[in-house]
């Protein structure tokens, strides 16, 4: 594509319903959180937030610092691989609210990571449960990666189309039987349900929602401003070929799939 214009299979058209003017907008973190998730839309709202208002508040089990490190020395990955975790290098981000003391939240980002394996490890349900504990009072629900996991887990997927990390991608569909997964989407809208597909998409697919929500000049001018060049087509996600998902388009370009950020002509 010559013009970084949004493409995208939403049932929505124009701008977002927005019912507040400052809306709040809640970033799950847990141990184990993937950086990339958490960051990269982070540094699209950051910038965004020169422009429109909202609040943006951090979530997670405990107050304090949330440590992105996975919580045990070794496991397993998505895949199944047992991986020495010891020697992984992480980083540290501030929950300001636990999940029982969260206050009222418009759009919630659920990020994946190793920790989502973790919780799992555990039997540890808390994200989900407060993910489907607030839904109902969303205007929209947004995750990243294996973020959609623990969406499939609470329910909230069941019927719906979405799509998540393609290099553990047999994990997210065994953990949602019921839901529509799009082996060739990077990102997919259903409803006031979005899902990106592994790390680097969260950040197309906070493009896209700032576009959405705030408008195309905002999301060009927040793109532009930190050099960022969007994939904006939700439908085709290259690297849904790259690791040999059942269903993905072969017939497709692995290149020309980003660019500089335009306004449509």
Partial sequence: MSAQTVESSSTYHGDAKSDTKNPVIGLIVFPGFEVLDCFGPLQLFNTASLSVNFTLITIGPTTGPINSQYPKSTGFDGTGKKVDYSR??????????????????????????????GQEDAGDTSV???????????????????????????GLLDGRKATSNKAVWNWAVQAGPNVHWQPSARWVEDGNIWTSSGVSAGMDLTYRFVWFYWGPETAVKVANSIEYAPHTNADWDPFSVIHKIPGADYNRSLVDCIGPAQLPE
């Fill in 128 to 154: 989900q449960d407060f993910v489907r504990a607030r839904y109902p009072s969303l205007q929209y629900l947004l995750s990243v990666c294996t973020g959609a996991i623990a969406l499939a887990k609470s």
């Fill in 88 to 117: 992984q290098s992480s980083q540290t981000i501030i929950s300001e609210y636990t999940f029982a003391t969260a206050p009222h939240v418009d759009i919630l980002l659920v990020p994946g990571g190793l920790g989502i394996r």
